[in-house]
């Protein structure tokens, strides 16, 4: 292990290099900015992410020559510059992102991580994510931790000690914080309508953002609920205090809130602070389909750009143009149909600025994330279309019936002129 400042552990990189930069709230942002400073030095570097938050100054247009991004998941700090051409994205199940690196698919050189101080045994902990940075660290020449006094000690997967660790920068920055304000109505009706499928003793796995908040802030008459989930944010925590989320009838990791990697508030990092509660695993053991499985009840809720009125999920991008990224949607919408009673749940808002979300067919270029085949749920706020063992004909009423009733006609002319061949039909 070797103590120094970030201009100088960055020094090691070369042009041509791959780079993989820790993720989500995790940024190690004080390395990356050294990073950023050796631009005039550098060419053809490729960096590699997750899904990451704050700046992300290597994919403005004056550094084009310098840095290519490529994401595994798109945020939006990386949005522009891959639709600009500064970056790529890789389409992969979340699950198996960390293959990549140990079998050397993509080969890294050095990987950027922020780490907590070292315990008295020499372990840090990687804090908020664990998802495929672990795999990485494994699987790179050379790894450098910005050594950060505000990362939590986090549980399971995320204690690496500090003899993998080439460089340490000791750098304090508070990590970056994501908060949603207060849920709109339509969001409190998705979330009433997606907890009256939650049946208690049910294993939870949901996302972050208004909707999953919403959904949470609607299970507080429910009973020892379990939780394994890619991610989560604040809104567990209040079921945590309240004696709800238990994991009492978890099959694996019974009794623990099982994640790769979180984001929210301050108050968030505190709560997982030390907290054996809560188990951060890697990637490919969270997300594979035969440990999801195991679990009762398994209830996944996951959220859409649009649905066709066959159940055709598109989630991330929009047309030809890439939003987000395939993620672990499909992980867990089909470990949940695998689960015993379990429940694969698309929720979604049935307009996004006066436009229908359920759609009489797919945007030209638009990706086919989850097919109508691993389709079961589908709920916006004018109800619930259980689309599982129907045809597809029942399965456009099913959806245009739970559609915004200002789109209501022209999506039943559109099934009409789709369908028509069909006896009887009517819509």
């Avoid at 140990?102 to 050095?110: A, G, V």
């Avoid at 990362?151 to 340490?168: A, E, K, N």
């Amino acid at each position: 292990m070797s103590i120094t400042t970030a201009q100088e552990a960055l020094e090691i990189v070369k042009s041509g290099d791959k780079i993989f930069i820790h993720s989500v709230s995790a940024v190690p942002h004080h390395l990356v900015n050294a990073l950023v400073a050796r631009a005039d030095a550098l060419k053809r570097i490729e960096i590699y992410h997750l899904h990451t938050e704050g700046e992300a100054l290597y994919t403005n247009p004056e550094y084009a020559e310098n840095f290519h991004t490529n994401a595994f998941f798109i945020a939006k700090n990386t949005r522009k510059a891959i639709a600009e051409g500064r970056g790529s994205y890789i389409p992969v199940f979340l699950s198996e992102i960390p293959k990549l690196f140990t079998q050397h698919i993509i080969k890294l050189n050095i990987v950027l991580i922020s780490v907590s101080t070292p315990d008295k045994s020499g372990f840090c902990s990687l804090g908020t994510s664990v998802d495929a940075t672990l795999a990485a660290i494994d699987s790179a020449d050379v790894v450098i931790a910005q050594i950060n006094k505000f990362v939590p000690r986090t549980l399971g997967d995320s204690q690496v000690h500090t003899s993998r660790i080439t460089y340490f920068v000791p750098f304090d920055e508070p990590l970056h914080e994501v908060t949603w304000g207060e849920s709109t109505d339509e969001h409190k009706r998705i979330g009433s309508h997606v907890a009256s499928l939650v049946e208690d003793g049910a294993t939870l796995q949901m996302g972050i953002g208004s909707i999953p908040n919403a959904v949470l802030a609607a299970l507080e008459t429910h009973k020892d609920l379990g939780v394994h989930t890619e991610m989560f944010s604040d809104g567990i925590i209040p079921l945590v205090e309240k004696g709800i989320i238990t994991g009492k009838y978890k099959k694996r990791n019974r009794g623990k809130i099982v994640s790769t990697f979180l984001c929210g508030s301050r108050k968030l990092y505190d709560f997982v602070d030390d907290n054996p509660l809560v188990t951060m695993m890697r990637v490919d053991y969270v997300n594979d389909t035969s440990i999801i499985r195991q679990n009762p009840k398994v209830t996944a809720i996951n959220s859409a750009i649009e649905i066709d009125i066959t159940g055709q999920v598109c989630a991330d991008s929009i047309g030809y143009n890439m939003y987000s990224g395939v993620g672990g949607q499909m992980d867990f919408i089909r470990g949940a149909a695998l689960s015993e009673g379990g429940k694969p749940i698309i929720a979604l808002n049935a307009t996004s600025k006066g436009i229908s979300k359920i759609v009489s067919h797919l945007k030209e270029g638009a990706g086919v994330v989850t097919t109508r085949a691993n389709v079961h749920y589908v709920v916006t706020e004018f109800g619930i279309a259980n689309l599982f063992g129907k045809n597809l004909v029942e399965r456009a009423k099913e959806l245009i019936r739970i559609a915004h009733p200002d789109h209501q006609e022209e999506l039943a002319k559109a099934a009409y002129e789709r369908f028509k061949h069909h006896s009887s039909i009517e819509f």
